[in-house]
Nanobody
Framework: QVRLVESGGGSVQAGGSLRLSCAAS????????WGWFRQAPGKEREGVGF???????TYADSVRGRFTIAKDKAKNILYLQMNSLKPEDTAMYYC??????????????????RGQGTQVTVSS
């Protein structure tokens, strides 16, 4: 059974950094794509960034240049490095995985596998 577990969330002041991790287990490495999403209270879940099967990454306009997605293939962990954090980045952050080349056009609920989330709070 595929399992995704996020960690690394917390509270930080504006301008600070956090690195989120998404540990994956229960499957053999294959061509797959990944996404990071976030959901703030009262708002829709939105895509933050995506990584396709050939390691190309795309980002939402709101985070481009501040957030970076990386993957440790040996450890099977997906990371989201978040720098220059802003109060509007406050949200629950989720990772997701699907067995296809590119999932940047998928809605968050179309991903085959999704984690339970980790909370990020940025204070001004």
């Amino acid at each position: 059974q595929v399992r995704l577990v996020e960690s690394g969330g917390g509270s930080v002041q504006a301008g600070g950094s956090l690195r989120l991790s998404c540990a994956a287990s229960g499957y053999t490495f294959s061509d797959d794509c990944w996404g990071w999403f976030r959901q703030a209270p009262g708002k829709e879940r939105e895509g933050v960034g995506f990584r396709d099967s050939v390691r190309r990454t795309t980002y939402a306009d709101s985070v481009r240049g501040r957030f970076t997605i990386a993957k440790d293939k040996a450890k099977n962990i997906l990371y989201l490095q978040m720098n220059s954090l802003k109060p509007e980045d406050t949200a629950m952050y989720y990772c997701a995985r699907d067995d296809r080349h590119d999932c940047s056009r998928l809605s968050p609920y179309e991903f085959r596998y999704r984690g339970q989330g980790t909370q990020v709070t940025v204070s001004s």
